[in-house]
């Protein structure tokens, strides 16, 4: 039984720039959420994707945006990177509409200079 | 602002012991909670659930405990080993697979 995959492992980029980052669910799963993770922190939600669609969302900017496809894949999109985006990008995903427990994947470290 | 914290950020104990890591959460309407725990390098792992209608729910080795009327949650570990070394998160909701709040973490450390 496959896990919470995502890719890539790590990345590097400099201000400015736009990363994707992506995330393919646990076997059974259809709902993904996206969390932020800085160093010596609890992670931060940032969004969830349903059905496709952005179901709720934390506190970050426009910049951050995502996607979920028909497989329930999904991506986190980030624009305009600042330096205060370095962190550990974590993807979960659980099953509606019982939407019992998250189950995390292992991350993307994204490092911005 | 939205939070969930935790009395102790490091705790330290010897291989064998029981530990005892404790959450308190600031939002009285919160009705799912869990502990994760999140090694060096990885993703939280997830270890143990409990909802607002209990007051305690054992696992294998470990059992949160659940206090609404002082909004407290604690996480026991029996027979403590090192391979629990890690840092450990409790995290609430109020809908139940939505959006999670979790504090800061408690590191864990097993001295063998």
């Known amino acids: 039984d496959a896990g919470v995959t995502q890719s890539p492992t790590h990345l590097i980029k400099t201000r400015g720039q736009q990363v994707t980052l992506r995330c393919s669910p646990k076997?059974?799963?259809?709902?993904v959420s996206w969390y932020q993770q800085a160093l010596g922190q609890g992670p931060q939600f940032i969004f969830q994707?349903?059905?496709?669609?952005?179901?709720q969302r934390g506190n970050f900017p426009d910049r951050f945006s995502g996607h979920q496809f028909p497989n329930y894949s999904s991506e986190l999109n980030v624009n305009a990177l600042l330096l205060g985006d370095s962190a550990l990008y974590l993807c979960?995903?659980?099953?509606?509409?019982?939407?019992?427990?998250?189950?995390f994947g292992p991350g993307t470290r994204l490092l911005v200079l | 602002g939205e939070s969930v914290g935790l009395h102790l950020p490091t705790l330290s104990v010897q291989e064998g012991d029981n530990s005892i890591i404790n959450c308190a959460y600031s939002n009285s309407a919160s009705d799912y909670f869990i502990w994760y725990k999140q090694e060096s390098g990885k993703g939280p792992q997830f270890i143990i659930d409990i909802r607002s209608n209990m007051d305690k729910r054992q696992g294998q080795r470990v059992t949160v405990l659940l206090n609404k009327t002082v909004k407290h949650l604690s996480l026991q570990i029996a027979a403590t080993q090192p391979g629990d070394s890690a840092v450990y998160f409790c995290a609430e909701t109020t809908n139940q697979g939505g959006k999670l709040i979790f504090g800061q973490g408690t590191e864990l450390s097993v001295k063998p």
């Open positions: 979960a995903s659980s099953q509606a509409p019982l939407q019992e427990t998250q189950y």
């Open positions: 076997s059974g799963h259809d709902t």
């Open positions: 994707y349903y059905e496709e669609e952005e179901r």
